[in-house]
């Protein structure tokens, strides 16, 4: 295990001695929690918020505003990037008109479709603030809940959301369930939740991981590097929504073959790391 880095987020007051729960199914510690009646304001130095879109015209606009809504509340500083992942609507120039707008907004452009895990990427690529959020442009997560993460970030390096009565239509739960269940097992990793697309990480610890995922192993990909290079991981259950505007793409049968093939390629370098995280533990 590397040795501990110095925080990047700052939380006013001393706390007495904290508990140490356990994150629920993962068996991780919880890390720092403070005893019942301080609530100290924690806040981050800053966040990237990464939003991958594809197709999200009707989505975009508000997906941009919550993100700034939300980075405004818990950091001192942030940015979000927008990646339109080859869009063949008017995503790219809604994003425009805020970036014109605001500085703080950033827009990369693929001029055609990559994949999320392409995506993804290219928004860790660029991201400058000393902590990542990696969500999704479709409106199913409320974003003010980084409130909770960011008070578990003292201790922790990757704090991972997991959806509370996922909103989804029941072909797409199915599916994940049996996903999920599928890549613990592989990977023994120690997540309920594989791709809840709510996940709060130190850039420095991405920047470390040779992320190669093209499409929805990607989260996968995520969670096994950032174990290998020591990352101290915990579970966050978040609220999720039903899908309001746009189309759902990754339940298409389309998507699933092309997860399974990154997973038959991906298999043993990432069991690889797996183990060798196990055996170093």
Same mark, same amino acid.
């Given at each position: 295990?590397?040795?501990?880095?110095?925080?990047?987020?700052?939380?006013?007051?001393?706390?007495?001695?904290?508990?140490?729960?356990?994150?629920?199914?993962?068996?991780?510690?919880?890390?720092?929690?403070?005893?019942?009646?301080?609530?100290?304001?924690?806040?981050?130095?800053?966040?990237?918020?990464?939003?991958?879109?594809?197709?999200?015209?009707?989505?975009?606009?508000?997906?941009?505003?919550?993100?700034?809504?939300?980075?405004?509340?818990?950091?001192?500083?942030?940015?979000?990037?927008?990646?339109?992942?080859?869009?063949?609507?008017?995503?790219?120039?809604?994003?425009?008109?805020?970036?014109?707008?605001?500085?703080?907004?950033?827009?990369?452009?693929?001029?055609?479709?990559?994949?999320?895990?392409?995506?993804?990427?290219?928004?860790?690529?660029?991201?400058?603030?000393?902590? *990542?959020?990696?969500?999704?442009?479709?409106?199913?997560?409320?974003?003010?809940?980084?409130?909770?993460?960011?008070?578990?970030?003292?201790?922790?390096?990757?704090?991972?959301?997991?959806?509370?009565?996922?909103?989804?239509?029941?072909? /797409? $739960?199915?599916?994940?369930?049996?996903?999920?269940?599928? *890549?613990?097992?592989?990977?023994?990793?120690? *997540?309920?939740? *594989?791709?809840?697309?709510?996940?709060?990480?130190?850039?420095?610890?991405?920047? /470390?991981?040779?992320?190669?995922?093209?499409?929805?192993?990607?989260?996968?990909?995520?969670?096994?590097?950032?174990?290998?290079?020591?990352? $101290?991981?915990?579970?966050?259950?978040?609220?999720?929504?039903?899908?309001?505007?746009?189309?759902?793409?990754?339940?298409?049968?389309?998507?699933?073959?092309?997860?399974? $093939?990154?997973?038959?390629?991906?298999?043993?370098?990432?069991? $690889?790391?797996?183990?060798?995280?196990?055996?170093?533990?």
């Amino acid at each position: 295990m590397p040795s501990t880095r110095s925080l990047t987020s700052r939380a006013a007051g001393r706390l007495p001695s904290p508990r140490t729960p356990i994150c629920p199914d993962s068996g991780i510690p919880a890390g720092s929690v403070p005893l019942p009646g301080f609530a100290p304001r924690t806040t981050l130095a800053g966040v990237s918020i990464v939003l991958p879109c594809f197709n999200e015209e009707a989505n975009v606009a508000d997906a941009i505003r919550n993100a700034a809504s939300a980075a405004a509340m818990s950091s001192e500083d942030y940015e979000i990037i927008v990646v339109d992942d080859g869009s063949t609507d008017e995503t790219a120039a809604i994003a425009g008109d805020f970036v014109r707008a605001d500085s703080r907004v950033r827009l990369i452009l693929h001029v055609h479709n990559r994949g999320y895990g392409e995506a993804l990427r290219s928004g860790i690529g660029v991201a400058r603030m000393e902590w *990542v959020l990696l969500t999704d442009a479709d409106l199913q997560f409320d974003l003010r809940e980084l409130e909770d993460f960011v008070t578990m970030t003292p201790g922790h390096d990757l704090l991972a959301g997991y959806r509370i009565l996922r909103k989804d239509t029941i072909r /797409r $739960r199915l599916a994940a369930t049996a996903w999920n269940r599928l *890549v613990r097992a592989l990977f023994r990793l120690p *997540v309920r939740d *594989v791709d809840c697309a709510f996940k709060l990480i130190r850039r420095e610890l991405l920047q /470390r991981c040779d992320l190669s995922a093209r499409g929805a192993m990607i989260s996968t990909d995520v969670i096994v590097r950032c174990r290998a290079e020591g990352a $101290r991981i915990c579970e966050i259950g978040v609220h999720h929504r039903e899908r309001v505007a746009g189309a759902e793409s990754g339940g298409s049968p389309r998507v699933v073959l092309r997860a399974f $093939r990154e997973l038959a390629g991906l298999y043993r370098p990432l069991r $690889r790391l797996a183990q060798g995280t196990r055996e170093g533990a």
